[in-house]
């Protein structure tokens, strides 16, 4: 069964729109999540990493005040993408490891959320 | 600059056949490896794990590591027109969490 939860999976609004994208870890406690997008028929992009208790780790090219993460529990990271507009159009995916850092555990992907800004 | 790469296809193979995908990857620290199956629209899911150099086979799947080529690759038996999609390699470092994402490499098994 999913050991990641993500919604919503598909959100349409209009241009300047906040929106709030959720990921959860189901039974297990996730310190570190990961944010990725993917433009349609392009490889996934790490956008940034979220940290429980800290500040996210973005990747360079990434706007933290334009992708604001919030890390506030073990179970529970959100992404928010701030005024979207059409270009912020894409496919999140947020993913989590089961395991502690330095294990072998594989990351475990969300449904991921359709983003359509019109 | 850490690197993964992938043949980004289209690889396209029979019904049937074999399917070969292959992975080359640029950190020699590296401990783990992955090999994730994505679906269009979908997101990616987890199809094998492998950390030691040699073969895992698991159902009609087989992933091969050669650390020393710094090489992985995963072999789909009696492919189906269902194993068609876009196949990641992951590897990640022997610290941190971070994986390392090849940008995929598109099958198309045809019936």
């Known amino acids: 069964g999913a050991v990641v939860s993500q919604h919503p999976s598909r959100v349409i609004c209009k241009s300047g729109t906040s929106v709030k994208i959720e990921c959860r870890s189901l039974?297990?406690?996730?310190?570190?999540m990961f944010w990725y997008r993917q433009f349609p028929k392009q490889s996934l992009m790490l956008m940034a990493t979220?940290?429980?208790?800290?500040?996210?780790?973005?990747e360079q090219g990434v706007e933290k005040d334009k992708f604001l993460i919030n890390h506030a529990s073990l179970t529970l990271s959100t992404l928010t993408v701030t005024s979207a507009h059409p270009e912020d159009s894409s496919f999140y995916i947020c993913?989590?490891?089961?395991?502690?850092?330095?294990?072998?555990?594989?990351?475990?992907f969300g449904d991921g959320t359709r983003l359509s800004i019109l | 600059q850490k690197e993964v790469e992938q043949n980004s296809g289209p690889l396209s193979v029979p019904e049937g056949a074999i399917a070969s995908l292959n992975c080359t990857y640029s950190d020699r620290g590296s401990q783990s490896f992955f090999w994730y199956r994505q679906y269009s629209g979908k997101s990616p899911e987890l199809i094998m794990s492998i950390y030691s150099n040699g073969d895992k086979e698991d159902g009609r799947f087989t992933a091969q590591l050669n650390k020393a080529s710094q090489y992985v690759s995963l072999l789909i038996r009696d492919s189906q027109p269902s194993d068609s999609a876009t196949y990641l390699c992951a590897v990640r470092g022997n610290y941190g969490q971070n994986f390392v994402f090849g940008p995929g490499t598109r099958l198309s098994v045809l019936p």
């Open positions: 979220s940290n429980e208790g800290s500040k996210a780790t973005y």
């Open positions: 039974d297990f406690q996730a310190t570190t």
């Open positions: 993913s989590a490891n089961l395991g502690s850092g330095g294990s072998n555990q594989p990351q475990h």
